[in-house]
């Protein structure tokens, strides 16, 4: 007889944790050891339950998913991760394989495939979702340079071109520049589409 997988489970939605414990204790091979709402809960419940697999969602409160992902990477590397995501993101994707993260999994598949998904990262395998990765290979990489991008995300946030200009020590003008730049970079119509654009392909924080 195996030992059963041994599962962390990190979702902050009580009624998806719920149905996913429900749905991963029916597995004769599998645990649950450690249920947990909070990002920043993550690293404490692993070293103290050494599951085999956490299981995490990629939006929690305290320390988003990836982040927790990385630091068990750091201080848990024998505990594989597998990051459940209602995101579709390219770039997400992307932080995800920073992260050391050896699956990635779309929060809407069929059960089934959890579970195939829990066995595959425990065998040492990496598992990602098909549609994710065809929306990773299809994405463009930015064509912003890094400066741009930058006072993208600061007008993004918000501010107006004097204030980007005084916080990155440029002159008004130059952040003008950058902003027209970026916007026909992009085939942006004005400076709030270039930004959603950018939003929507991930290449602003």
């Known amino acids: ?11 902050d939605m009580n009624m998806i944790r ?3 414990v429900a749905l991963l204790d029916l597995e004769p091979d599998m645990e649950v050891v450690c249920e947990l709402e909070r990002g920043d809960q993550i690293l404490d419940g692993a070293l103290r339950h050494r599951p085999d697999v956490a299981v995490i969602d990629i939006d929690l409160p305290g320390l988003d998913g990836l982040s927790a992902a990385a630091l068990l990477a750091d201080r848990l590397p024998d505990c594989r991760t597998l990051i459940l995501t209602s995101l579709g993101r ?6 995800a394989l920073a992260a050391q993260v050896a699956g990635f999994l779309l929060k809407d ?3 089934h495939e959890l579970a195939a ?3 595959s990262v425990v065998a040492g395998k990496r598992v990602i979702d098909s549609q994710l990765a065809l929306s990773a290979w299809n994405s463009m990489e930015s064509p912003l340079t890094g400066r741009e991008t930058e006072v993208l995300q600061l007008a993004a946030e918000g501010l ?16 003008r520049n950058y902003l027209t ?3 026909s970079k992009l085939n942006a119509r004005n400076r709030v589409d270039a930004i959603k654009i950018a ?3 991930d290449w602003l924080t």
Do not use: C, Y
């Open 1 to 11: 007889m195996h030992m059963a997988i041994r599962i962390l489970l990190a979702e």
């Open 18 to 20: 719920g149905a996913l």
């Open 90 to 95: 390219p770039g997400t994707l992307r932080r």
């Open 109 to 111: 598949a069929p059960p």
């Open 117 to 119: 998904a829990v066995r």
């Open 160 to 175: 107006e071109p004097v204030e980007i200009a005084r916080q990155l020590k440029l002159s008004t003008g130059t952040v």
């Open 181 to 183: 730049t970026s916007v």
């Open 199 to 201: 939003r929507d392909a």
